[in-house]
């Protein structure tokens, strides 16, 4: 994983798409000040070293069911590459798992969860996470209020 190198017109394409992914080369171009060839072959070079991952759309999750939000640190039992690579393949397969993060600290991974209300998270909790290969403890934390939720990352030439 090797880090780009971007300049002040990456910059400025890389937050516009951020902020709206659908915007068309011709606009984008315009926004940034820079004709239409020129702008898409910046693009396609974001494109293909993969600065840009890809393209999306932002969802409300309360309007599609999903009204709770939880957090979970977990802690396995073993630290063997292959029980963690276990631990791992299972999270990524878990459709309320959002995010998985690899942690350093008193846990050893940090897992995002959506569900539609408490019940089925208690559910979900209860009789998939915990049964997952190795896990010692896990402790939810609950978000009772998005203050910041998360909309693109920081981007600075």
């Known amino acids: 994983m090797t880090f780009s190198k971007i300049d002040k017109t990456d910059a400025k394409i890389l937050k516009l798409l951020q902020y709206d992914s659908r915007m068309s080369n011709s606009e984008l171009s315009e926004k940034i000040g820079m004709s239409a060839s020129p702008c ?3 693009v396609k070079q974001l494109e293909n070293t993969q600065v840009i991952k890809g393209y999306g759309v932002l ?13 979970i640190r977990v802690s396995i039992d073993s630290h063997s590459e292959k029980e963690a690579k276990k631990f791992e393949e299972e999270v990524s397969a878990l459709e309320h798992v959002v995010a998985c993060y690899s942690i350093g600290g008193d846990a ?4 995002q969860v959506v569900s539609p209300d408490l019940d089925t998270y208690a559910e979900f909790s209860m009789s998939i996470i915990r049964r997952l290969p190795g896990i010692k403890e896990m402790q939810s934390m609950f978000v009772l209020k998005e203050l910041k939720p998360f909309l693109g990352y920081p981007i600075n030439p």
């Open 40 to 42: 898409w072959r910046r």
């Open 59 to 71: 969802l409300d999750r309360k309007k599609i069911g999903l009204g709770v939000m939880v957090f």
């Open 108 to 111: 050893d991974f940090l897992l």
